[in-house]
């Protein structure tokens, strides 16, 4: 019989419209052959709902005007089951295709949990480390890999005395947020103000941290015990830094896939990156984000834990790269788990 795979798409996150793209993308590789596919919207107030209709209608956002029913969690966790309709549906796996808060920052993975439904992907903790930049940082470099210097405020009024312990140029960081979303460079102490009323609109805690300088470089990792990485990409800028609208638009920037390194340049990376996504317990997959300077040093910025999921996005591309289509790596993926 086929497995039952519950696709998670939407959330109440500032990144509910990126969700809908990836899980768009998912929804048409998916070998429906070989799994049925249980597509579980999560409307931008927190509703979920089985959705039943097209993906045009995810990716236009008006798939939960129709072809819908309510979901609700059965909390027995010897049925691992979603309750739907008044029927409870058996799930063998929960493939969480949501970016930000509300998604991958371990809450739904912990609900996941206590209902007994295997979840594909990072568990409740790793997502939680990874989605609090601070914490991620301080575990990272503890393990003897650097970072870039910063400082973690809750106080806006704290802002002044950060900047004068930090050499500009510095990005201004809510601590808990993705795609980034509330994140600003700022030259110049004026600057930092605006940058921090924006940041801790989205976040309690705000982190400013000293640019790095160098180019970004993505890595994808895939597995729980025997790591399998992509090949190394490279982020080249003409201004600025890679911000939502970049990331999304790419209207000055590049992306380079491979990454403009040599090959020893890139098994570097790639054994950094495994080493980063283990300190962090990670697993199933993620995108391990860091900088390499001019002078050949590796420094660690994030860790995707659920990352863009497009046909053009990074993470994909890069496991492309090594000859995996976009349908074998999610059936990889899929299949570390059943």
């Not at 910063?150 to 900047?163: D, F, P, R, W």
Request: charge should be negative; aromatic fraction near 8%; glycine fraction near 8%.
């Amino acid at each position: 019989m086929k497995k039952t795979i519950a696709v998670i798409f939407g959330g109440r996150s500032t990144e509910y419209s990126v969700s809908l793209q990836s899980a768009c993308s998912v929804l048409k590789e998916i070998n429906q052959e070989k799994y049925h596919i249980l597509p579980i919207g999560i409307t931008e107030n927190g509703k979920w709902y089985h959705y039943t209709g097209d993906t045009d209608s995810i990716e236009n956002n008006t798939w939960f005007t129709h072809d819908i029913s309510p979901v609700l969690f059965n909390p027995d966790p010897e049925k691992h089951c979603l309750i739907i309709d008044d029927k409870e549906i058996q799930v063998d796996a929960m493939l969480p295709i949501l970016h930000g808060i509300n998604g991958e920052d371990g809450t739904v993975q912990g609900m996941a949990g206590v209902c007994g439904i295997p979840i594909i992907g990072c568990g409740i903790l790793s997502s939680a480390l990874c989605m609090d930049k601070a914490r991620a940082h301080d575990l990272v470099s503890h393990a003897g890999i650097p970072c870039a210097k910063s400082i973690v405020i809750h106080h806006i009024c704290e802002g002044k005395k950060a900047c004068s312990d930090l050499t500009f140029p510095v990005f201004v960081k809510p601590v808990r947020a993705g795609s980034s979303i509330g994140i600003h460079r700022c030259t110049t102490e004026d600057e930092v103000l605006p940058a921090l009323k924006e940041a801790f609109a989205i976040d309690s805690q705000v982190i400013l941290e000293e640019e790095i300088k160098g180019f970004e470089v993505g890595c994808a990792v895939m597995g729980n015990e025997k790591l399998v990485v992509g090949r190394v990409d490279e982020i080249e800028l003409s201004h600025g830094f890679f911000d939502f609208e970049e990331k999304y638009t790419l209207k000055t920037s590049r992306i380079h896939m491979p990454a403009r390194i040599t090959e020893q340049e890139e098994k570097t990376i790639q054994d950094t990156a495994k080493q980063i996504y283990s300190i962090l317990g990670c697993s199933g997959f993620a995108r391990v984000d860091m900088f390499y300077t001019p002078k050949k040093q590796i420094f660690f910025n994030e860790v995707n834990t659920i990352p863009g999921f497009t046909s053009h996005s990074r993470y994909p591309n890069m496991m492309k790269g090594t000859g995996l289509s976009f349908a074998e790596m999610l059936d990889r993926i899929i299949g570390l788990y059943l």
